[in-house]
């Protein structure tokens, strides 16, 4: 088994538990932790013993989203230049299709906060389970940057477009009881009932064959409608909003009143 650096694994066939674990920095994604989820998805999906793959934070955080530290110092640095920048997004791309390919059913178990970045984890996952005292958000837009990834079109596929363009523009947190009343997670539960209700969940689903469970998952997707060609545009979106829009002085702002 790997070591890794900034997530922690637990191999209990039939269930992969993966724990985002840089609790110092509210699980914040950066790249060595976004190299560390590709890796570990695509191992775990040749090995057909894992059925399940659950996902959740160390600590009292889902996921802050993107590490803003990082990226204001890859623009500050010079280093994110116009094709970083395009093939950083084409890789967040095909790093979250492989969920759609996945044959294992993936499982949000989102424990606290879960912004940007790490909301747009637990939309590719199967099942989302929210703890009730747990927040979602997008604040992309008060960074001077859009919902990428990809992100933006899931999105509008799981809540639909209204209820999207609220959540996107407005940069405000929900509570679990509207994440749920929206459409964005599949169940809310008290915190101390987290890893019970998502070992219920596969209990249930355990109950039945796989094969047919696998199916279904594939042609719901497959029935979904689909925003491949939205996706040969973001990475020249993205270049434009990191390079020569308001991200730099916008993400600057956020990064200095957090060192304050």
């Known amino acids: 088994m790997k070591d890794y650096q900034t997530i922690s694994v637990e191999w209990r066939k039939p269930v992969l538990k993966v724990t985002f674990n840089r609790p110092d920095k509210a699980n914040a994604m950066n790249k060595q932790m976004n190299e560390e989820l590709d890796d570990i998805i695509t191992e775990v999906r040749k090995d057909t013993d894992y059925k399940f793959i659950v996902f959740t934070g160390n600590g009292k955080t889902f996921s802050a989203g993107a590490d803003m530290n990082e990226v204001l110092q890859g623009i500050e640095s010079n280093s994110f230049s116009s094709s970083f920048i395009r093939e950083d997004q084409i890789t967040r791309h095909e790093f979250l299709r492989k969920f759609d390919a996945l044959d294992q059913i993936t499982i949000a178990a989102i424990n606290g906060p879960m912004y940007g970045a790490g909301l747009a984890l637990a939309m590719v996952c199967d099942f989302r389970i929210m703890a009730d005292n747990a927040t ?17 079109p899931r999105l509008v596929n799981l809540i639909g477009p209204a209820k999207a363009k609220e959540f996107i523009m407005l940069c405000e947190a929900i509570d679990a009881s509207e994440a749920l009343k929206i459409g964005l997670v599949n169940k809310v539960v008290p915190l101390q009932e987290l890893t019970a209700a998502t070992e219920e969940l596969i209990g249930k689903l355990s109950r039945s064959p796989f094969s047919p469970i696998r199916l279904t998952k594939k042609i719901v997707n497959a029935a979904t409608p689909r925003f491949e060609n939205l996706l040969f545009y973001e990475p020249e979106l993205q270049e434009q909003m990191m390079l020569y829009g308001e991200a730099r002085e916008e993400i600057d702002k956020f990064v200095s009143s957090k060192r304050k």
């Open 136 to 152: 979602a958000c997008l604040p992309e837009v008060e960074r001077g940057l859009f919902f990428s990834g990809g992100g933006t």
